[in-house]
């Protein structure tokens, strides 16, 4: 019995720290340090606006979505681009995790470019 | 003894957990409010400043103005919104809010025109939907108003509806502003909007001013040339200011100096909600092309001699015909004076700024001078006289009171 409620308390701490781990950011890009590898994005949340600087971890991707060129393929494609391709004022949606006290970043997609 | 103590202790803290998890979802760094998603689209009202901007009827359903619209979903809207409009385009679901569904009838038939021009041009960069992590960009300054009208008519075919998106075809997009509207303004304003409530002739038994029927092309307080349909913005100021008058026994409540209530301590959503509801009443908010507006000028300073010209614009334009030499509302005409219901109406005492219908500050009389008041005897005089006489009589007019209390 005890096993089971063990178990069960176990299961219920892992859905909830993973449920607060996995979550995107989005934001406007304000600063892009290639060298550091971050991007500080200007979030809002809960009515407030913040910074957030988003370390890309090793092997992250940055992709924008392009129309498929192939003909007669519907929809979008990714794009891989390198992180100083990324520009100030771009909208983009990070997936991190929260490692320390750093947002380490795995994937960032480019949602609006102007 | 052990077992059933631990047993215990864990159904507890398991009963916490719990508790707490409801209570309190686990805290996210994103931006986006996973709870709040659906509210994330509330429907809230378009701000004034975009509460006049009704997408004309034809738009809707026009072929050309749909295929164009298709064309620049295609390169701006699709990569959040989906190309079958489902809000699963490839950014879109990495987003903290989602993309809404334009396949979902009943939530694109609450969205009303003017709210969702809104979200196209000014995207998340306002609230609500800032605070709650929108990345949907402004589109205003790229997209002239027609092409924004486009896209939206292309967004509006995924629902399957093929009419024109008006609240006459989508009742439940004014559901609140009528629920509002029952409560608030139907024992004067009547079911339909018909200014023919129980109450109504109580308010002014058998003589003007009578409720609005707002069904009809009469609106007296406007900011918009004569003959055109008010502004929300001037829907907006007589809901919240009310209207200054004596009146009938109904309006011992408002002390006799208002016969509409002023709603000023209603809720600004509530107010925006239920004047969506009271357009809908008139299909012409729809129809008109274009709002246009009368400008107030700054007002220049107050002289003797402005005082003069205005005190002889007073005698020459005939005011004093039917609001007397004095403004007391005894000119000659006064007694003969009826409203286009064909019922008494008296002429404005001007020695009691207090009872001015459209305001007593100087930009409301000069407003008043230029606009008219529809449905009363009270002309525009936009065509007879220059900005600068406007202001001679504007001021003139306010030192009636002044002499009065002499």
Same mark, same amino acid.
């Given at each position: 019995m005890s096993v089971i409620l063990a178990m069960i308390l176990t299961a219920v701490l892992w859905a909830?720290?993973?449920?607060?781990?996995?979550?995107?950011?989005?934001?406007?890009v304000k600063a892009v340090d290639v060298g550091a590898q971050t991007l500080t994005l200007e979030v809002a949340s809960k009515e407030k606006t913040r910074e957030v600087i988003v370390y890309m971890k090793p092997g992250a991707k940055?992709?924008?979505?392009?129309?498929?060129?192939?003909p007669g393929k519907p929809?979008?494609?990714?794009?891989?681009?390198?992180?100083?391709?990324v520009r100030i004022g771009w909208i983009v949606s990070a997936t991190t995790k929260h490692?320390?006290?750093?947002?380490?970043?795995?994937?960032?997609?480019?949602?609006?470019e102007r | 003894m052990a077992a059933k103590l631990f047993t215990s202790l864990a159904i507890?803290? =398991?009963? $916490?957990?719990?508790?707490?998890w409801l209570v309190h979802p686990p805290a996210t760094r994103a931006n986006g409010d996973k709870h709040e998603e659906k509210g994330g689209h509330a429907h809230v009202p378009a701000p004034l400043?975009?509460? %006049?901007?009704?997408?004309? $009827?034809?738009?809707?359903?026009d072929p050309a103005m749909i295929a164009r619209g298709k064309e620049i979903y295609a390169t701006r809207c699709a990569v959040c919104h989906g190309d079958q409009g489902d809000g699963k385009g490839p950014a879109g679901v990495a987003l903290p809010l989602k993309p809404p569904d334009f396949r979902d009838k009943d939530g694109v038939a609450e969205m009303r025109d003017n709210y969702w021009f809104w979200r196209v041009s000014e995207g998340g960069q306002v609230e609500p939907f800032k605070g709650k992590g929108s990345a949907m960009p402004p589109w205003k300054g790229e997209l002239s108003v027609e092409d924004r009208w486009a896209v939206m008519a292309y967004q509006h075919t995924y629902s399957g509806h093929d009419g024109p998106h008006v609240p006459w075809e989508h009742s439940e997009s004014v559901a609140m502003g009528r629920d509002i509207f029952a409560m608030a303004c139907v024992p004067c304003h009547g079911v339909a909007g018909k200014g023919d409530g129980s109450v109504g002739d109580m308010l002014a038994p058998r003589r003007a001013p009578q409720p609005r029927d707002f069904t009809s092309a009469e609106f007296?307080?406007? &900011?918009?040339?004569?003959?055109?349909?008010?502004? /929300?913005? %001037? =829907?907006?100021?007589?809901?919240?200011?009310?209207?200054? &008058?004596?009146?009938?026994?109904? /309006?011992?409540?408002?002390?006799g100096h208002r016969i509409m209530p002023s709603f000023q301590h209603m809720p600004i959503e509530q107010r925006l909600e239920v004047l969506e509801y009271v357009k809908s009443l008139n299909r012409g908010f729809w129809e008109r092309s274009e709002v246009k507006t009368v400008a107030v000028p700054a007002p220049p300073t107050v002289t003797p001699e402005r005082l003069a010209r205005g005190k002889q614009l007073y005698a020459d334009a005939e005011c004093l015909a039917c609001h007397g030499e004095r403004g007391h509302g005894d000119g000659p005409s006064a007694p003969t004076l009826k409203d286009s219901r064909e019922l008494p109406i008296a002429a404005t005492d001007l020695t009691k700024p207090e009872r001015f219908k459209n305001g007593a500050k100087p930009a409301d009389v000069y407003r008043t001078l230029v606009t008219g008041l529809a449905g009363?005897?009270?002309?525009s005089y936009a065509d007879s006289i220059e900005t600068d006489q406007a202001w001679d009589l504007v001021f003139y007019v306010l030192t009636l009171s002044n002499n009065d209390r002499r």
């Open positions: 909830w720290t993973a449920s607060a781990d996995e979550a995107p950011i989005s934001g406007t940055i992709v924008r979505f392009i129309r498929a060129i192939e929809g979008f494609v990714e794009q891989e681009v390198p992180l100083g391709t490692e320390g006290n750093r947002e380490m970043a795995e994937q960032v997609k480019i949602i609006v | 507890v803290v =398991l009963g $916490l957990l719990v508790g707490l400043e975009y509460a %006049d901007v009704h997408v004309p $009827l034809s738009v809707w359903t007296k307080f406007r &900011s918009t040339p004569s003959g055109q349909l008010p502004t /929300t913005g %001037d =829907l907006f100021r007589t809901l919240t200011e009310g209207v200054r &008058s004596g009146g009938g026994p109904m /309006t011992i409540g408002l002390r009363t005897p009270m002309p």
